[in-house]
C-alpha cells in the first residue's frame, strides 16, 4: 500500500466513527478547493489537467 492508499483508508476510518467529519471536510474542501485531486486518477486525467493548466496559463499571457 502507497501513501495515498494508507491516507484514503484512514479517511474512510475515521468518517465510519464521526460521520459529521465528513460534512466538515466538504465545507473545508469548498472552502479552500482540492488541488490534489487534480493529480488523482489515470494517465489520461493527468494530461487532461496539464493541459488545461497550460492553456490557462497561456490565455493569461497573451491577454496580458
Given at each position: 500500500?502507497n501513501?495515498?492508499?494508507?491516507?484514503?483508508?484512514?479517511?474512510?476510518e475515521?468518517?465510519?466513527?464521526?460521520?459529521?467529519?465528513?460534512?466538515?471536510?466538504?465545507?473545508?474542501?469548498?472552502?479552500?478547493?482540492?488541488?490534489?485531486a487534480l493529480?488523482?486518477?489515470?494517465?489520461?486525467?493527468?494530461i487532461?489537467?496539464?493541459?488545461?493548466?497550460i492553456?490557462?496559463?497561456?490565455?493569461?499571457?497573451?491577454l496580458?
Amino acid at each position: 500500500m502507497n501513501h495515498r492508499d494508507k491516507l484514503e483508508q484512514q479517511k474512510l476510518e475515521d468518517y465510519k466513527k464521526n460521520p459529521t467529519i465528513n460534512m466538515a471536510d466538504s465545507i473545508n474542501r469548498s472552502v479552500s478547493g482540492d488541488l490534489e485531486a487534480l493529480t488523482r486518477g489515470s494517465f489520461l486525467t493527468r494530461i487532461l489537467t496539464t493541459l488545461v493548466v497550460i492553456g490557462g496559463l497561456l490565455v493569461f499571457l497573451l491577454l496580458k
